[in-house]
T-cell receptor
Framework: DAGVIQSPRHEVTEMGQEVTLRCKPISGHNSLFWYRQTMMRGLELLIYFNNNVPIDDSGMPEDRFSAKMPNASFSTLKIQPSEPRDSAVYFC???????????FGQGTRLTVV | DAKTTQPPSMDCAEGRAANLPCNHSTISGNEYVYWYRQIHSQGPQYIIHGLKNNETNEMASLIITEDRKSSTLILPHATLRDTAVYYCITGGDNQGGKLIFGQGTELSVKP
């Protein structure tokens, strides 16, 4: 398996634009997690899904952020409108049901100018 | 907030054992200790986890004190590629990716 695949690896956008980050979990994993990493706040869990259903989105910073998982092999994290303070590395991770181990993607580095 | 305390940074000589401490004095009876590491510009990587017995795998050993209030991750023969930030996390036995990361320990392995 190629692991968790995220795209794009790097994204530079202007303030006010819509940004969509994509994630393909490892096949067979039914849990998917979105994280954000900044120097100030470290790694933060934004939202996670079980069986394509959002379970806990309490980490989503505000209504400008939304996440979807239309099927077991694809998820998106959307920011609309984007702001400079959204600049961060966004990670997606997946795990098996009831697993103790999560597998992370390589991340998407987002820069909002 | 993270429920663990780790030193912000440590150095280790290449080929020597790296011993990374973690304090988790408020850990509950059914919570595990997990260790992840993050090499620069990569996503976090699972290393090992344990409940109360010492654990060993191909990457590292985990020593948990009898009172479970602290633990030590041991990399027996550190290499330059072990330079990374190491995170100690506590959670349930099916934690998966639902992790609360602290600031971790930045380990520098030096030649």
């Amino acid at each position: 398996d190629a692991g968790v695949i995220q795209s794009p690896r790097h994204e530079v956008t202007e303030m006010g634009q819509e940004v969509t980050l994509r994630c393909k979990p490892i096949s067979g994993h039914n849990s998917l997690f979105w994280y954000r990493q900044t120097m100030m706040r470290g790694l933060e869990l934004l939202i996670y899904f079980n069986n394509n259903v959002p379970i806990d989105d309490s980490g989503m910073p505000e209504d400008r952020f939304s996440a979807k998982m239309p099927n077991a092999s694809f998820s998106t994290l959307k920011i609309q409108p984007s702001e400079p303070r959204d600049s961060a590395v966004y990670f997606c991770a997946s795990s098996f049901p009831g697993s103790t181990e999560a597998f992370f993607g390589q991340g998407t580095r987002l820069t909002v100018v | 907030d993270a429920k663990t305390t780790q030193p912000p940074s440590m150095d280790c000589a290449e080929g020597r054992a790296a011993n990374l401490p973690c304090n988790h004095s408020t850990i509950s009876g059914n919570e595990y200790v997990y260790w992840y590491r993050q090499i620069h510009s990569q996503g976090p990587q699972y290393i090992i986890h344990g409940l109360k017995n010492n654990e060993t795998n191909e990457m590292a050993s985990l020593i948990i004190t009898e009172d479970r209030k602290s633990s030590t991750l041991i990399l027996p023969h550190a290499t330059l590629r072990d330079t990374a930030v190491y995170y100690c996390i506590t959670g349930g036995d099916n934690q998966g990716g639902k992790l609360i990361f602290g600031q971790g320990t930045e380990l520098s392995v030096k030649p």
